[in-house]
Nanobody
Framework: QVQLVESGGGLVQPGGSLRLSCAASGIIFSIGAAGWYRQAPGKQRELVAIIVGGGITEYANSVKGRFTISRDSAKNTVYLQMNSLKPEDTAVYYC?????????WGQGTQVTVSS
């Protein structure tokens, strides 16, 4: 059974940092495309960052230069380092893994950026 478990969300002031983690069980991250998505209230879920098997990364324009996605194969964990956070980054952040036609989601972790 595949399971993705996110952690690391919370409340942070504007300009602050958080690191989200997504630990996988039942599957290996490096065989697919792992990504972070987010969904703010009243908005559609959007892609934030993605990392593919070769380590190539892509980011949404809104987070380029501020967020970094990385993968630790030994821990089978994907991270999202978020710096210079803004109030508009407030959302539920979801971990995602795509392997062929299969797709898996974590339960989500809340990130709130507010003073």
């Amino acid at each position: 059974q595949v399971q993705l478990v996110e952690s690391g969300g919370g409340l942070v002031q504007p300009g602050g940092s958080l690191r989200l983690s997504c630990a996988a069980s039942g599957i290996i991250f490096s065989i697919g495309a792992a990504g972070w998505y987010r969904q703010a209230p009243g908005k559609q879920r959007e892609l934030v960052a993605i990392i593919v098997g070769g380590g190539i990364t892509e980011y949404a324009n809104s987070v380029k230069g501020r967020f970094t996605i990385s993968r630790d194969s030994a821990k089978n964990t994907v991270y999202l380092q978020m710096n210079s956070l803004k109030p508009e980054d407030t959302a539920v952040y979801y971990c995602n893994l795509r392997v062929g036609s299969a797709e898996y989601w974590g339960q989500g972790t809340q990130v709130t950026v507010s003073s």
